[in-house]
C-alpha cells in the first residue's frame, strides 16, 4: 500500500472540491485497513468512502483512508427471505441494483443514491418512504482505537431520522467494513404510497401490481428529473434534512401558507419539506459566483464549476438564516460540513 502525499481530493468528493489530503491511503480489503492503522497509530485519521455525504470546507491535514473494499455475498437462502452482505466499498446504487436483478427485495426505494454501503448506516439512508434500518440486520466495524473487529446489530445503531450511534456516541471512533440485510424473496412489501411514485407508475402504464424493478425504475426516474447528476455538476443530493415540527408550530404555519406539504409523524409532530421552505424562500435556481441552489430542486446546493467548500457553506447559512427569520425553524444540515 502506497502512501500518497498532498493528494487532490476533487475526485472523491461529489461536489467536485478541490483540497488536498496530507497523507492519503486506499485499502482494499479489512486486512490492509488493520495494517494501515497499526502502522499509522499516532496519525489523525481522516475516512472516506464515495464522498457522496460530505462538503470540505479546507485541505485535510490528515491520513485519509480511502475503503475501496469491495463484495457481495449471499449467506442464507429460504422460502421467503434472503440473507446477504456487502463489504463497504461496493457501491450503493450497484448493490441495489444487483439486489433488484436477484429479485430480492426492500432496498427498491433507495435507489440511485449516491455514495458506498458503508457510508449508508452512518446516515440511515433513506427514501420515499423506506429506510436503511427496516432491512439492516447488523453492521461489521474496525475500532480505530483498538483494531479490534465489532458487530453492531440494528438495535445497536441507534438509529433515527438520517441519524444514527456512528454520528453521535461513537463518531469517528469506527470504520464499517460489511453491511449484512434480510430482504424479500417473494411476496415483497411494496412502497408505493410515498411521493410521486404512484403517478411514475401510472405514467409509464404500471396499473396492476408492480414489481420491485418497476418501483426501482420510478424512483430512478422521479430522481433523475429532480436531482443533478454529480458526474456532471457537483453536489451531495439532499443538502438539508425535512425538519419535524411540533403540531402547534405546523398549524400556526398552515394558517399563513395554506398550501404548505407535510407528512404526519405522529398525534404530535409533523414533518415539513425542507425543499419547499427553500423554494418558498425565493432560493429555487440562486446562484452567487459558482456556489448556488439547483435550478429543479430546491434542496440540492451546486458547484456548478470551481466554488470552493467555504462558498457552498456561505450559501447554505443564507438559506438556514432566511428560513430561521420567515418560520422559526431550525433547518439542519444533513451533509457533514468538515
Not at 436483478?101 to 448506516?121: K, R
Not at 436531482?227 to 394558517?255: A, C, M, R, V, Y
Amino acid at each position: 500500500m502506497k502512501i500518497e502525499h498532498h493528494k487532490s481530493l476533487q475526485n472523491y468528493n461529489t461536489f467536485g472540491i478541490h483540497v488536498t489530503a496530507r497523507e492519503f491511503v486506499e485499502v482494499t480489503s479489512q486486512d490492509q485497513l488493520k495494517e494501515v492503522l497499526h502502522q499509522n497509530k499516532e496519525k489523525e485519521i481522516f475516512v472516506l468512502s464515495g464522498g457522496s455525504n460530505m462538503l470540505l470546507t479546507k485541505n485535510v491535514d490528515a491520513l485519509v483512508i480511502h475503503i475501496a473494499i469491495k463484495g457481495i455475498e449471499i449467506i442464507e437462502t429460504t422460502k421467503n427471505h434472503v440473507i446477504l452482505s456487502a463489504n463497504a466499498g461496493e457501491n450503493w446504487h450497484d448493490f441495489v441494483q444487483f439486489c433488484i436483478d436477484h429479485d430480492f427485495g426492500g432496498l427498491e426505494n433507495l435507489s440511485l443514491i449516491p455514495g458506498y454501503v458503508g457510508s449508508a448506516p452512518i446516515q440511515n439512508i433513506g427514501a420515499y418512504g423506506v429506510e436503511l434500518k427496516d432491512s439492516m440486520i447488523r453492521c461489521e466495524a474496525i475500532q480505530i482505537a483498538t483494531k479490534e473487529h465489532k458487530i453492531f446489530d440494528n438495535k445497536d445503531c441507534n438509529f433515527g431520522y438520517r441519524d444514527s450511534i456512528f454520528k453521535n456516541e461513537a463518531k469517528g471512533e469506527y470504520i464499517i467494513t460489511k453491511v449484512t440485510f434480510k430482504l424479500t424473496t417473494n411476496n415483497h412489501a411494496l412502497r408505493t404510497d410515498y411521493g410521486a411514485i404512484k403517478d411514475a407508475l401510472k405514467k409509464n402504464n404500471i396499473t396492476t401490481t408492480p414489481t420491485i424493478k418497476d418501483i426501482a425504475n420510478a424512483v430512478i426516474e422521479i430522481r433523475k428529473s429532480k436531482l443533478p447528476d454529480p458526474k456532471e455538476i457537483g453536489n451531495s443530493g439532499s443538502f438539508f434534512k425535512n425538519p419535524i415540527i411540533k403540531k402547534e408550530h405546523f398549524e400556526k404555519l398552515q394558517k399563513e401558507y395554506h398550501d404548505i406539504p407535510f407528512y404526519k409523524i405522529d398525534e404530535n409532530y409533523i414533518k415539513v419539506p425542507a425543499g419547499w421552505l427553500v423554494e418558498t424562500c425565493g432560493f429555487k435556481g440562486k446562484r452567487w459566483g459558482d456556489a448556488g441552489v439547483h435550478k429543479k430542486q430546491a434542496l440540492v446546493l451546486v458547484n456548478y464549476d470551481n466554488a470552493t467548500g467555504k462558498e457552498i457553506r456561505e450559501v447554505s447559512e443564507k438559506i438556514k438564516t432566511e428560513i430561521k427569520n420567515r418560520f422559526n425553524i431550525n433547518l439542519e444540515t444533513e451533509v457533514n460540513i468538515i
